[in-house]
């Protein structure tokens, strides 16, 4: 699938999460896009962003955060947590730019694509009511790629392996091990993660690496926001 990644390298997405990738914005405007701290942010690689999550989970839900650049796109994974499956982030994510999420969360999956603070394009494979209208061009390539897996145990990997391979971007098991600025972020958005490093560039930083952010990310001040169907429907937490 070119150079994005197929289902089958991305374990990372197997599991209940949201991924987003927005174009033209560095990895510090994208956490403060998400309402969080982008100065508290510290290079986790897999394991040390676990054992962090898991430390900051007993003081209540929290949500784990890792966001990096590649080439003109920045990932941001968050696991255990669906800020990024909201209408709210992906309107301030997009603003002056684009947005594609992808979400498995308990029982729902969603594709969503915004742009400049208004949906594109909304939908739950598998489910054509559940379409948003005017009718984009993702979800015959969705539905085309789901049919040519063997979807049972995979959930949404084959549409993210679909959205890596359109944006050009590797984001498969090995590169996402790797250190990335990270955080967590409490269920009443307060950042939880400790003071930090701060990052700059593309791609993973290796370990022990002194980084700083880039300066010239300014937010958009637009207030353009078309809500998606993805607002009005409640995510089921168990």
């Not at 958005?189 to 002194?210: C, N």
């Amino acid at each position: 699938m070119g150079t994005g990644a197929d289902a089958a390298s991305l374990g990372w997405a197997r599991a209940w999460m949201c991924v987003t990738f927005t174009r033209d914005l560095g990895p510090e405007e994208v956490f403060a896009r998400y309402g969080a701290d982008s100065e508290r942010a510290r290079l986790l690689d897999r394991d040390a962003a676990s054992d962090m999550a898991a430390a900051a989970s007993e003081d209540g839900p929290v949500s784990l955060l890792r966001a990096g650049r590649i080439g003109e796109w920045t990932f941001c994974v968050e696991e255990d947590g669906t800020i990024g499956f909201g209408d709210g982030a992906l309107a301030a994510l997009s603003r002056g730019t684009e947005t594609y999420a992808v979400a498995t969360t308990d029982g729902i999956d969603v594709f969503q694509h915004w742009r400049d603070g208004e949906c594109v394009e909304y939908f739950e494979p598998g489910m054509e009511h559940s379409r948003s209208e005017p009718h984009g061009p993702w979800w015959g390539q969705v539905e085309e790629a789901l049919a040519a897996q063997d979807r049972e145990g995979l959930g949404m990997e084959p549409v993210v392996a679909l959205v890596l391979d359109h944006l050009g971007v590797t984001l498969d098991d090995a590169v996402l091990a790797g250190p990335w600025p990270g955080l967590t972020v409490a269920e009443d958005g307060t950042p939880t993660a400790g003071p930090g490093v701060s990052y700059a560039g593309e791609g993973p930083v290796p370990p022990g690496a002194s980084i700083s952010w880039s300066a010239g990310w300014s937010r958009k001040s637009t207030t353009t926001q078309a809500a998606c169907p993805s607002s009005e429907r409640p995510v089921q937490t168990g």
